[in-house]
């Protein structure tokens, strides 16, 4: 098996729905249930991929059968070589009093990316809720104000500076070093929970000029720049190249995830590492 990590950094808000909701918001995105950490699930993203081999009457072209199966039902019918997981959340765009704002990520986090891209996780001291390491361009007076929170900063970013490396090429992540906050898993949780955009969606009826009946209703979208990343397996034994075929697929550096695709939605910068 070859192993590949593919980023995505979000241009623009993401909605991945989770259906409807017995909450205040109506229509929320989907998260890990134990972290409350916004996802983007490997079927979602395996669809979104698939596509992009189809032909112009939208069958699937040889090769994307080869990466992704077939859904002919047939006997030669076989799995497809591209395997993907789930894109998971590695730094959380946040309000802050200075630097506008901050990315926030946390040990859970840091150590989950460490693992899966086989890199050394980087020695981090231990965090709890009113402490964090932050970038000097958004201390005030030793402590970091993100949202209504002020934190004290115990440390410099430099240590996970280096694990994020290389992540995107895309040109609003290339000041994460100015911008980096390493929060406590709690924290982080927490603020991924609690700092999602909600908006609310209408349709206005033609002939009465107001909201049509069921058609007012609250919507949770990630915010642009968050920065995701999921880990992809390529069966070379079934197809080869299969990272290049993806390199060559995702060479315009765009794709977009999950719903309201018309309404400018999911666009992110995507790389293949």
């Not at 032909?55 to 993907?84: H, P, Q, V, W």
Request: proline share 4%; glycine share 6%; hydrophobic share 40%.
């Amino acid at each position: 098996m070859k192993k590949m990590i593919l980023t995505l950094f979000a241009r623009t808000p993401v909605h991945v729905g989770a259906g409807n909701s017995v909450g205040a918001v109506d229509s929320p995105v989907q998260r890990e249930r134990h972290t409350k950490i916004p996802i983007i699930p490997g079927s979602s993203l395996k669809g979104v991929l698939a596509d992009l081999w189809n032909d112009e009457n939208y069958k699937r072209t040889s090769e994307g059968k080869a990466l992704f199966g077939e859904d002919d039902n047939n006997a030669d019918a076989k799995a497809g070589a591209l395997m993907i997981g789930e894109a998971r959340v590695l730094a959380f765009p946040v309000r802050s009093a200075k630097g506008m704002f901050a990315w926030i990520t946390c040990p859970l986090a840091l150590r989950r990316f460490a693992r899966d891209s086989e890199k050394e996780m980087p020695e981090i001291q231990e965090l709890d809720a009113q402490s964090c390491l932050a970038s000097d361009e958004l201390l005030l007076n030793d402590f970091i104000v993100l949202e209504e929170y002020r934190i004290k900063r115990i440390g410099d970013c430099a240590p996970v500076i280096s694990l994020l490396e290389n992540l995107a090429t895309d040109a609003v992540w290339q000041e994460y070093p100015k911008h980096l906050v390493v929060l406590s898993d709690e924290m982080f949780s927490y603020f991924c929970e609690q700092a999602c955009e909600v908006i609310t969606r209408i349709r206005i009826d033609d002939e009465t000029g107001t909201v049509a009946k069921g058609a007012l209703f609250n919507q949770e979208q990630v915010p642009s720049e968050t920065l995701f990343y999921t880990l992809c397996y390529a069966n070379e034994a079934r197809t080869s190249g299969v990272k290049e075929m993806l390199q060559e697929k995702l060479k315009d550096g765009v794709l977009q995830v999950g719903g309201d695709a018309s309404t400018g939605l999911g666009y992110c910068s995507v790389e293949v590492l």
